[in-house]
């Protein structure tokens, strides 16, 4: 079992800059790839950035590719996304999830067993 809890949310202006962090319990954690996923209101639930067990590989969605980072620290069970350059279409709640074990595309929600409450990210403009 593994508990995910996200913080760092927030309001803030367009151009600006935020970092989320998801804290996770549970043994599994170092050896589950680790993913952020957002949802706009009314929107469907949106990939954002994924990244593997060991941070060897690492996926973005187009939108965000050069302005959002994700990393982890395998040792303090810590998964983060930095996001820069922010806009008003980057506003919706962002949720970490943790994969099952043996993912595919790691893009897909179906691969993520364990998710978080979601942060509140608004960006105005």
């Known amino acids: 079992q593994v508990q995910l809890e996200e913080s760092g949310g927030g309001l803030v202006q367009a151009g600006g800059s935020l970092r989320l962090s998801c804290a996770a319990s549970g043994r599994t954690f170092s050896s589950q790839s680790m993913a952020w996923f957002r949802q706009a209101a009314g929107k469907e639930r949106e990939f954002v950035a994924a990244?593997?067990?060991?941070?060897?590989?690492?996926y973005y969605t187009d939108s965000v590719k050069g302005r959002f980072t994700i990393s982890r620290d395998n040792a303090k069970n810590m998964v983060y996304l930095q996001m820069g350059s922010l806009k008003p279409e980057d506003t919706a709640v962002y949720s970490c999830?943790?994969?099952?074990?043996?993912?595919?595309?790691?893009?897909?929600?179906?691969?993520?067993?364990?998710w978080g409450q979601g942060t509140q990210v608004t960006v105005s403009s």
């Open positions: 990244i593997t067990w060991n941070g060897g590989r690492i």
């Open positions: 999830a943790a994969s099952r074990q043996f993912p595919g595309d790691l893009a897909s929600f179906l691969q993520y067993i364990y």
